[in-house]
T-cell receptor, first 114, second 116 residues
Framework: QKEVEQDPGPLSVPEGAIVSLNCTYSNSAFQYFMWYRQYSRKGPELLMYTYSSGNKEDGRFTAQVDKSSKYISLFIRDSQPSDSATYLCAMRRDSGAGSYQLTFGKGTKLSVIP | GAVVSQHPSRVICKSGTSVKIECRSLDFQATTMFWYRQFPKQSLMLMATSNEGSKATYEQGVEKDKFLINHASLTLSTLTVTSAHPEDSSFYIC????????????FGPGTRLTVL
């Protein structure tokens, strides 16, 4: 079993739809959770960063963490064609050797159709 | 926000030559930088962790002598692919950890290497 599982998609939605992206993980040592957006042939861009279980909102984006279920989500409201990209979940441990290293999901390719 | 640059953005070289890729943190100091490799439609694979003033830590399966990493200052790390071969063709991405921002990583735009 991989440490982080993410459905690679592709996911295609109409403009204005609510998008739900998810990752599950198996390592309970993961304490910090991030979502990155990566456009084609570009480096990943940090979108959301969370530590605690619960929701964190930033504009049209909401990150949700459920540590008891080892499940994280990213919701995009009122999706736009410019949101079309690959979304990568990433996570890391709190402390110890290599705690700054990120473990990534495979990424979900999202297309928002006008 | 924190900005990380990479140079060059694209490089094409002949088999057997060496290629150097630079990674710079433009508006913050980075004690730690990371080098990743990404194949088409795949996620990022960590190659090595670069620490300023000390030797890099390589992930299992990554050849130290082939992928030379130097982190000589708090804003610059370099990756040199030595004696490149076609199988080294890939998208190489660096990231830098900003100690002042929750210690999270900010990524460069990537370098596409093609070895003929």
């Amino acid at each position: 079993q991989k440490e982080v599982e993410q459905d690679p998609g592709p996911l295609s939605v109409p403009e204005g739809a609510i998008v739900s992206l998810n990752c599950t993980y198996s390592n309970s040592a993961f304490q910090y959770f991030m979502w990155y957006r990566q456009y084609s042939r570009k480096g990943p861009e940090l979108l959301m960063y969370t530590y605690s279980s619960g929701n964190k909102e930033d504009g049209r984006f909401t990150a949700q963490v459920d540590k008891s279920s080892k499940y994280i989500s990213l919701f995009i409201r009122d999706s736009q064609p410019s949101d079309s990209a690959t979304y990568l979940c990433a996570m890391r441990r709190d402390s110890g050797a290599g705690s700054y290293q990120l473990t990534f999901g495979k990424g979900t390719k999202l297309s928002v159709i006008p | 926000g924190a900005v990380v640059s990479q140079h060059p953005s694209r490089v094409i070289c002949k088999s057997g030559t060496s290629v150097k890729i630079e990674c710079r943190s433009l508006d913050f100091q980075a004690t730690t930088m990371f080098w990743y490799r990404q194949f088409p439609k795949q996620s990022l694979m960590l190659m090595a962790t670069s620490n300023e003033g000390s030797k890099a830590t390589y992930e299992q399966g990554v050849e130290k002598d082939k992928f030379l990493i130097n982190h000589a200052s708090l804003t610059l790390s370099t990756l040199t692919v030595t004696s490149a071969h076609p199988e080294d063709s890939s998208f190489y991405i660096c990231s830098a950890r900003d100690d002042s921002y929750y210690s999270e990583q900010f990524f460069g735009p990537g370098t596409r290497l093609t070895v003929l």
